[in-house]
């Protein structure tokens, strides 16, 4: 966010502070009105702290979001997930007491326990990073099409980032907020995902990934999970 002072104020990670207490969760947003209130109020009662970015909807996503008990920022028009992701990470690590960020989708695909035990885990561990991998265990089943171009955007993230990862396009992070003073996107769209790890890699901090399940429905399908969206982003990394 332009203009935007960052406060490196953490006083509220001291000591006997719950991490998710000191945790800030950022959700794109796009009109996804019908979906957004769940998923919000289901993430607060195990991380209180919400931020919605609405990239430009024309439903009723904002204030749906804001009712749901979210902190709701507001881009005028629809500029893509890099750019909304940004916004988000940039409004969270100027917080006081800020000292984990998840990203987190909006479209009801994510586990809310799976980021809860990431914060643990880099709580517990003294990570920085981690990154959420639906091919660390048996629970996601994005069939054999969707898994081949997944793992060839693996192989082609990893060459340009020099990180060796088992997912590369994933959603769910947690990055502690030296790690997010890190993040600088300039990739609005899918290839967001890419510049995020390579930006992240550059840092040299401690990370780890972490199993994660992944919900493919028939709405985060028609949301952008299908095989095609796969393939787009699998061009856009190639492109760029």
């Known amino acids: ?17 719950n991490a998710l207490e000191a945790t800030w969760a950022v959700i ?12 919000i109020t289901e993430l607060r009662q195990r991380i209180p ?16 979001a804001e ?5 709701v920022l507001r881009h005028p028009h629809n500029l893509g997930q890099g750019a909304a992701l940004q ?14 960020i998840v990203t987190f989708d909006a479209d009801g ?3 809310v326990e799976d980021a809860v035990a ?5 709580e517990t561990e003294d990570l920085a990073i981690v990154l959420g991998s639906r091919f660390l265990d048996d629970r996601t089943q994005p069939g054999l099409l969707k898994k081949a171009v997944l793992k060839t955007a ?10 060796r990862l088992s997912d590369a396009h994933n959603g769910l992070r947690v990055l502690r907020h030296d790690a997010a003073l890190s993040v600088d996107l300039n990739q609005d769209r899918m290839a967001h995902a890419s510049e995020i790890i390579e930006q992240l890699g550059r840092t040299g901090l401690p990370w780890a990934e972490h199993p994660v399940h992944i919900r493919y429905t028939e709405y985060s399908k028609a949301k952008g999970q299908s095989v095609l969206n796969s393939i787009n982003i699998l061009a856009d990394l190639v492109i760029r």
């Open 49 to 64: 702290h919400v931020v919605c970015v609405d990239d430009g909807s024309h439903d009723e996503s904002a204030a749906t």
């Open 87 to 100: 916004t988000g990470i940039a409004y969270a690590r100027a917080r006081s007491g800020c000292r984990y």
């Open 109 to 111: 695909q994510h586990d």
């Open 154 to 163: 693996v192989a082609v993230s990893n060459l340009a980032t020099g990180m």
């Open 67 to 71: 009712a749901a008990g979210a902190r």
């Open 28 to 39: 794109p947003l796009f009109n996804e009105a019908t979906v957004i209130g769940d998923v």
């Open 118 to 122: 990431m914060v643990e885990r880099a």
């Open 1 to 17: 966010m332009a203009g935007m002072a960052e406060s490196s104020d953490l006083s509220a990670s001291g000591p006997g502070l």
